[in-house]
Nanobody, 122 residues
């Protein structure tokens, strides 16, 4: 059973920055691509960013390209999301999960963490 613990969210003004962290346990972290996803109120969870198992390849949703950067530390079983130039429309609960390819990147594991709330004020 995988355990995912997201942290680093908070309240920030538009244009500000936050760095999210996700600690994973219960599976061999380095075996998987990892992703960040978000869910805004009244909306479905959506893909944000994904990083390959070795860290050499990344993908981003068009809405965050050039502003967000995903990274990983396999020694710490942790994946990060650096978010710069935040906008009010980035407000959501952010989740991590291993990433699987499909029509778009999706979460691999059925079990999700509690997420971390990001609120961007205008």
């Amino acid at each position: 059973q995988v355990q995912l613990v997201e942290s680093g969210g908070g309240l920030v003004q538009a244009g500000g920055s936050l760095r999210l962290s996700c600690a994973a346990s219960g599976r061999t972290f380095s075996n998987y691509a990892w992703g960040w996803f978000r869910q805004a109120p009244g909306k479905e969870r959506e893909f944000v960013a994904r990083i390959s198992w070795g860290g050499g390849s990344t993908d981003y949703a068009d809405s965050v390209k050039g502003r967000f950067t995903i990274s990983r530390d396999n020694a710490k079983n942790t994946v990060y999301l650096q978010m710069n130039s935040l906008k009010p429309e980035d407000t959501a609960v952010y989740y991590c999960n291993a990433a699987k390819a499909g029509t778009t990147w999706a979460g691999l594991f059925d079990s999700w963490g509690q997420g971390t709330q990001v609120t961007v004020s205008s």
